[in-house]
């Protein structure tokens, strides 16, 4: 069968002409443009179609995708009456013209393929008065020899779909979803794979004689509200969807008619397309199913969310929501007993409801000011539950000897380790036991971290196309450390203060990461004043600036993913979601969540506490108590960031 296919590139065709050629038709392609011809692609004026010096052959059936939704009515018309003159004239006896199922009039409660057509195309939309108009004159001007298929498709959903929710709702400034209209009136749905198949179905087989009306919707398509959640489900475009009673409608579209009757912008027919949008309707096409021998029926979710393209799925370092358990471990052992341990490790371990013995060595053996004694480092430990190695950073490793023997836990300080001998040790070691062998990179299980995370398993992101980290900190010459304050020797910029960052900033991928770029400034005291440069990952880059000296703690991650971005910031501790164009709601909703953390914070410290459970949760990992935990701070699961940590160290302070 020869066919013209016009409109093969428009959305809904895809994929329709290799179909038919796969077939064994052949399918001549027309589009609008310049006039010529490539192989079997023709272009030129869609008002002269009947003319084109590249379509003299005859054609078996002639198939319209084309709507002209830019122009008015009467370009369309135009169009039409063109495309009836090129059937006549070759003969063509079946024209398939795909229209839409938004002709039918608004009143009718069911929707069925002799349901009444709207007749006055101001009562739509703009593209529902096009298909209207369009629909209207090819059956009012139809030569009487031609046989007119009328295919009537709800919204059609299939891979490269622009925009998920046009027509249907919009985005309001604080990340939610406004249902246009109605939210139970259903929505009516086609997978363009059915609407491809019904095309295909009817060329091979006798045409109807006259017009023959055909309804293309899933049966059980869902309602307004339903099809937006999955929206927001399913493609991030929303937190969830606010739907406005009838009469609000209706007295928002009186008062649009009346201000454009004023303003002299004409306004007609803005009140009828706005009560016409608030009516319910269903749709049954068991007679379209029937007559095609095909099912609608299709998980219209899953096409959905595959309707975007590049909506990969981002593995989640863990699953948040996290809950505090409580410990029965009875002994804990410290290798290093220093200001970490009493700000952060004694205090987790108290919320967890630790009561058992403490175990501390040091280098400096003493009776420390919390009346624990610590003893110097013995040549076997004895047994606990869990070994904490809290020594300064470039010591760790040297208790690999120690824990040899070991059989519990081990919690290890950042940062792990210095250098990429020394993280093969930690790995090797980590690999020949069965208890968990966990670095405390505590700010992944920081509650803005959740919160981000739980975020991204609630509504689909899509692929992260980039992260950008900017750190600042003050100097590290008033660092109470005297190690640290040897900034180039201890690498402390990167390998300690912005190390929790680079960290967060790369935890969506566990391995494959390379330094794209790097440079560095001294201050004046020979410290690392700045460093910025770029990772690249299997799946995304990270950009970065790190900065010491300039007197203020600041950072903030911004994760830009496919359908929406996020924003986590720490000093305080903050998490921002944007699913809206930037606006001034959104940003009273940043400054506000900042005040809030910022008086958490202060209300923790007139108190004495700490509210952070991120320490108490890397320890319940340890401990056997989270082991839902375990996998995000599994020293194997850092390999890959912390060897492009060394590789950058290299090319910032040599090897």
């Given at each position: 069968m020869r066919t013209l296919l016009c409109g093969h590139r428009s959305f809904a065709a895809r994929g329709l002409a290799e179909a038919l050629e796969g077939a064994g038709h052949q399918v001549v392609r027309f589009s609008r443009g310049e006039v010529g011809r490539a192989q079997r692609s023709v272009s030129g004026p869609v008002d002269l179609l009947d003319v084109n010096p590249h379509l003299r052959e005859p054609f078996d059936a002639v198939i319209n995708y084309i709507v002209l939704k830019d122009e008015p009515a009467e370009s369309n018309a135009r169009y039409a009456a063109a495309l009836l003159r090129l059937c006549a004239e070759r003969a063509v006896p079946h024209l398939v013209h795909v229209s839409s199922i938004s002709v039918y009039r608004r009143d009718v409660a069911v929707v069925r393929e002799d349901s009444p057509v709207e007749a006055d195309p101001s009562r739509k939309g703009a593209y529902g008065a096009l298909k209207v108009a369009t629909e209207r004159f090819l059956v009012d001007h139809r030569p009487g020899s031609l046989a007119l298929s009328l295919l009537r498709p709800g919204f059609v959903l299939g891979e490269g779909l622009a925009s998920p929710i046009v027509g249907t709702g919009f985005k309001l400034p604080w990340n939610r979803l406004l249902a246009v209209g109605d939210g139970a009136s259903v929505l009516p749905l086609v997978s363009r794979a059915a609407l491809t198949e019904?095309?295909?179905?009817?060329?091979?087989?006798?045409?109807?004689?006259?017009?023959?009306?055909?309804?293309l919707a899933h049966p059980a398509s869902p309602s307004r509200r339903e099809y937006l959640q999955a929206c927001c489900e399913r493609l991030g475009c929303g937190t969830g969807v606010t739907c406005l009673p009838t009469p609000v409608w209706w007295l928002g579209g009186l008062a649009a008619?009346?201000?454009?009757?004023?303003?002299?912008?004409?306004?007609?027919?803005?009140?009828?397309r706005v009560r016409s949008a608030c009516r319910r309707q269903s749709f049954d096409p068991g007679?379209?199913?029937?007559?095609?021998?095909?099912?609608?029926?299709?998980?219209?979710?899953?096409?959905?969310?595959?309707?975007?393209?590049?909506?990969?799925?981002?593995?989640?370092?863990?699953?948040?929501?996290?809950?505090?358990?409580?410990?029965?471990?009875?002994?804990?052992?410290?290798?290093?007993?220093?200001?970490?341990?009493?700000?952060?490790h004694r205090p987790a371990l108290r919320r967890l409801g630790f009561e058992g013995t403490i175990l501390a060595h040091d280098l400096q053996p003493r009776r420390d000011a919390d009346g624990t004694e610590v003893t110097a480092l013995p040549q076997v430990l004895e047994p606990a539950d869990l070994v904490v190695v809290a020594s300064p950073g470039p010591a760790h490793t040297t208790t690999l000897g120690l824990l040899a023997a070991h059989e519990g836990g081990v919690l290890v300080e950042k940062p792990l380790c210095s250098s990429s001998e020394e993280l093969g040790r930690w790995v090797g070691f980590a690999e020949a036991r069965r208890a968990p062998t966990l670095a405390c990179h505590n700010y992944r299980l920081k509650p803005n971290v959740g919160r981000m995370l739980d975020c991204l398993r609630r509504y689909h992101a899509g692929a992260l196309l980039h992260v950008h980290l900017d750190f600042e900190s003050p100097s590290v010459a008033g660092d109470a450390a005297p190690w640290r304050r040897q900034e180039r020797a201890a690498r402390t910029l990167l390998v300690d203060y912005a190390l929790?960052?680079?960290?967060?900033?790369?935890?969506?991928?566990?391995?494959?990461?390379?330094v794209?770029?790097?440079?560095?400034?001294?201050?004046?005291?020979?410290?690392?004043?700045?460093?910025?440069?770029?990772?690249?990952?299997?799946?995304?880059?990270?950009?970065?600036?790190?900065?010491?000296?300039?007197?203020?703690?600041?950072?903030?991650?911004d994760?830009?993913?496919?359908?929406?971005?996020?924003?986590?910031?720490?000093?305080?501790?903050?998490?921002?979601?944007?699913?809206?164009?930037?606006?001034?709601i959104l940003q009273l909703r940043e400054a506000v969540a900042s005040l809030?953390?910022?008086?958490?914070k202060g209300l923790d410290r007139l108190r004495g506490r700490e509210s952070d459970p991120s320490h108490a949760l890397a320890f319940a990992a340890a401990l056997g108590e989270a082991p839902a935990l375990q996998g995000a701070l599994d020293v194997r699961e850092l390999r890959g960031f912390y060897q492009a940590l060394f590789r950058l160290g290299e090319r910032v302070y040599g090897a």
């Amino acid at each position: 069968m020869r066919t013209l296919l016009c409109g093969h590139r428009s959305f809904a065709a895809r994929g329709l002409a290799e179909a038919l050629e796969g077939a064994g038709h052949q399918v001549v392609r027309f589009s609008r443009g310049e006039v010529g011809r490539a192989q079997r692609s023709v272009s030129g004026p869609v008002d002269l179609l009947d003319v084109n010096p590249h379509l003299r052959e005859p054609f078996d059936a002639v198939i319209n995708y084309i709507v002209l939704k830019d122009e008015p009515a009467e370009s369309n018309a135009r169009y039409a009456a063109a495309l009836l003159r090129l059937c006549a004239e070759r003969a063509v006896p079946h024209l398939v013209h795909v229209s839409s199922i938004s002709v039918y009039r608004r009143d009718v409660a069911v929707v069925r393929e002799d349901s009444p057509v709207e007749a006055d195309p101001s009562r739509k939309g703009a593209y529902g008065a096009l298909k209207v108009a369009t629909e209207r004159f090819l059956v009012d001007h139809r030569p009487g020899s031609l046989a007119l298929s009328l295919l009537r498709p709800g919204f059609v959903l299939g891979e490269g779909l622009a925009s998920p929710i046009v027509g249907t709702g919009f985005k309001l400034p604080w990340n939610r979803l406004l249902a246009v209209g109605d939210g139970a009136s259903v929505l009516p749905l086609v997978s363009r794979a059915a609407l491809t198949e019904a095309v295909f179905r009817l060329l091979a087989s006798a045409p109807a004689p006259g017009v023959e009306a055909y309804l293309l919707a899933h049966p059980a398509s869902p309602s307004r509200r339903e099809y937006l959640q999955a929206c927001c489900e399913r493609l991030g475009c929303g937190t969830g969807v606010t739907c406005l009673p009838t009469p609000v409608w209706w007295l928002g579209g009186l008062a649009a008619e009346a201000a454009a009757r004023l303003t002299g912008r004409g306004g007609a027919g803005i009140f009828a397309r706005v009560r016409s949008a608030c009516r319910r309707q269903s749709f049954d096409p068991g007679r379209t199913e029937s007559r095609l021998g095909l099912s609608f029926a299709f998980d219209w979710r899953q096409t959905l969310q595959h309707a975007l393209p590049g909506q990969e799925t981002v593995r989640l370092p863990y699953v948040p929501p996290l809950k505090l358990p409580r410990t029965a471990a009875r002994r804990v052992t410290f290798v290093g007993y220093g200001r970490i341990v009493h700000e952060r490790h004694r205090p987790a371990l108290r919320r967890l409801g630790f009561e058992g013995t403490i175990l501390a060595h040091d280098l400096q053996p003493r009776r420390d000011a919390d009346g624990t004694e610590v003893t110097a480092l013995p040549q076997v430990l004895e047994p606990a539950d869990l070994v904490v190695v809290a020594s300064p950073g470039p010591a760790h490793t040297t208790t690999l000897g120690l824990l040899a023997a070991h059989e519990g836990g081990v919690l290890v300080e950042k940062p792990l380790c210095s250098s990429s001998e020394e993280l093969g040790r930690w790995v090797g070691f980590a690999e020949a036991r069965r208890a968990p062998t966990l670095a405390c990179h505590n700010y992944r299980l920081k509650p803005n971290v959740g919160r981000m995370l739980d975020c991204l398993r609630r509504y689909h992101a899509g692929a992260l196309l980039h992260v950008h980290l900017d750190f600042e900190s003050p100097s590290v010459a008033g660092d109470a450390a005297p190690w640290r304050r040897q900034e180039r020797a201890a690498r402390t910029l990167l390998v300690d203060y912005a190390l929790h960052f680079l960290d967060l900033a790369c935890m969506f991928d566990r391995e494959g990461w390379e330094v794209h770029a790097a440079s560095h400034l001294l201050d004046g005291n020979g410290a690392t004043a700045l460093i910025e440069g770029r990772l690249g990952g299997p799946r995304y880059p990270v950009s970065f600036v790190l900065r010491q000296g300039f007197g203020r703690r600041a950072a903030c991650l911004d994760f830009t993913f496919q359908n929406y971005s996020v924003r986590l910031g720490f000093f305080p501790d903050t998490f921002s979601l944007r699913m809206a164009d930037d606006n001034p709601i959104l940003q009273l909703r940043e400054a506000v969540a900042s005040l809030r953390a910022t008086a958490a914070k202060g209300l923790d410290r007139l108190r004495g506490r700490e509210s952070d459970p991120s320490h108490a949760l890397a320890f319940a990992a340890a401990l056997g108590e989270a082991p839902a935990l375990q996998g995000a701070l599994d020293v194997r699961e850092l390999r890959g960031f912390y060897q492009a940590l060394f590789r950058l160290g290299e090319r910032v302070y040599g090897a």
